[in-house]
């Protein structure tokens, strides 16, 4: 018996290891470290097409300079990040869309299973396509981009790498990502991490270098415009993201040379440990309890016998230092009274107790009967609870 154990624990842990290299890579070497590189022209359907092309682009344009080599990374190729936002990055002919939304969505909407996966590769609802495509902008590439492209095989989406040509019809979202290509109707996504060796499958076009493909990173924040080269005359424009390109404006103000590359960003950082100082107050101690909002309204203290302690705000046991305090204090002064005689000297001044907020609805309990109604100048009555109050 304990040898079939030990036979079982081998074969889990062999099965565990491959899953965990085929899923992950981290382990590969060799052959196994390269992945396929779809390389794809302006026009080509590339595999499995979702839709018939929908692109509008009558001209082809001048692709951005490219920016100066960089040193591959190691067991790669090096990796031009630019952000979704960058003046030049895409580009467009003024007033005039590059693709054809409303015709994609009758594509998508006559095929009920293509419509369902299209919307689980962009991470939507089913319901949502139409709506989801008209809120996206036309436009063209001005670099040869990669992304994660997707096909549809046998009544569902497929997954792969690709590089699009400069001058390829996409269509862009409000953080400046391309979301689908306009020949063949297959919605993208940024590309996957790979870090190993790239196994490009097509023909490269004039042009081709795999050291000047960007990839685009999406702003953290909604794009309300784009600024676009026009493609046919160099000019600037800027089209508003979910626009058709009717309500383009130029931009003559703009003074980049729409022939210099956009701007590359650097890779992000690793998680790193924070530098930053420690905040100067200690957080609460983790014996400390929960304090319940309170408001304790209590009389100008009158002269204590010799001897005896004052009252304590809060009864019960003792509170560690340090801890969060959720309790209002409003102080009123007494007026004489004929028919109230004032208290002896040797008497301690009576404290009222704390009120508790108890009320079903949480407003501010009414007062005793007993409290004193002349408050000093500008209290109309019970301060409410502080915002710490409030918060806790």
């Known amino acids: 018996m304990p040898s079939t154990l030990r036979r079982i624990a081998a074969a889990a842990a062999a099965l565990s290891v491959g899953?965990?290299?085929?899923?992950?890579?981290?382990?590969?070497?060799?052959?196994?470290?390269?992945?396929?590189?779809?390389?794809?022209?302006?026009?080509?359907?590339?595999?499995?097409?979702?839709?018939?092309?929908t692109a509008d682009s009558t001209a082809t344009p001048t692709p951005a300079a490219p920016a100066a080599p960089r040193s591959p990374a190691p067991g790669g190729r090096s990796t031009r990040i630019v952000s979704g936002?960058?003046?030049?990055?895409?580009?467009?002919?003024?007033?005039?869309?590059?693709?054809d939304v409303e015709k994609q969505i009758r594509f998508l909407g006559g095929d009920r299973a293509k419509n369902r996966a299209f919307a689980d590769a962009?991470?939507?609802d089913p319901g949502s396509v139409a709506s989801f495509l008209r809120g996206l902008t036309p436009v063209v590439l001005r670099n040869d981009t990669r992304v994660t492209n997707h096909g549809f095989r046998d009544g569902?989406?497929?997954?792969?790498?690709?590089?699009?040509?400069?001058?390829?019809?996409?269509l862009v979202d409000d953080h400046g990502a391309p979301r689908v290509r306009c020949a063949c109707g297959n919605p993208l996504k940024p590309p996957n991490a790979h870090q190993g060796e790239w196994n490009d499958k097509g023909k490269p076009w004039p042009g081709y270098h795999a050291d000047?493909?960007?990839?685009?990173?999406?702003?953290?924040?909604?794009?309300?415009?784009?600024?676009?080269?026009?493609?046919?005359n160099n000019t600037w424009i800027e089209?508003?993201?979910?626009?058709?390109?009717?309500?383009?404006?130029?931009r003559p103000d703009i003074q980049i040379d729409p022939d210099k590359p956009p701007v590359t960003l650097p890779p992000s950082?690793?998680?790193?440990?924070?530098?930053?100082?420690?905040?100067?107050?200690?957080?609460?101690s983790p014996d400390c309890p929960t304090p319940t909002p309170t408001v304790t309204v209590t009389e100008t203290p009158s002269p204590a016998a010799p001897g005896s302690a004052p009252p304590s705000d809060q009864p019960g046991a003792a509170t560690p230092s340090g801890c969060p305090t959720a309790t209002t204090t409003v102080t009123a002064t007494p007026s004489p009274s004929p028919s109230t005689p004032s208290p002896s000297p040797s008497t301690p001044s009576p404290v009222e107790p704390s009120i508790p907020d108890s009320s079903p609805s949480g407003d501010m309990p009414s007062l005793p009967t007993d409290m004193p109604t002349d408050l000093p100048s500008g209290d109309s009555g019970i301060v409410p609870p502080s915002p710490e109050s409030e918060n806790v």
């Open 19 to 53: 899953a965990f290299a085929a899923g992950c890579g981290g382990g590969a070497s060799g052959a196994d470290s390269r992945q396929d590189l779809n390389l794809q022209p302006i026009a080509a359907a590339g595999p499995d097409p979702f839709t018939q092309s």
């Open 85 to 99: 936002a960058a003046p030049g990055l895409y580009g467009g002919t003024q007033s005039v869309a590059s693709c």
């Open 122 to 124: 962009a991470g939507i």
């Open 156 to 170: 569902s989406a497929t997954s792969f790498q690709s590089v699009l040509q400069a001058g390829t019809a996409v």
């Open 212 to 232: 000047r493909v960007v990839v685009v990173r999406p702003t953290t924040v909604v794009i309300n415009n784009l600024i676009i080269v026009n493609i046919t």
């Open 239 to 250: 089209r508003k993201t979910g626009d058709d390109g009717r309500r383009d404006g130029e």
């Open 269 to 284: 950082p690793p998680a790193s440990p924070s530098t930053s100082p420690p905040i100067s107050s200690p957080p609460p």
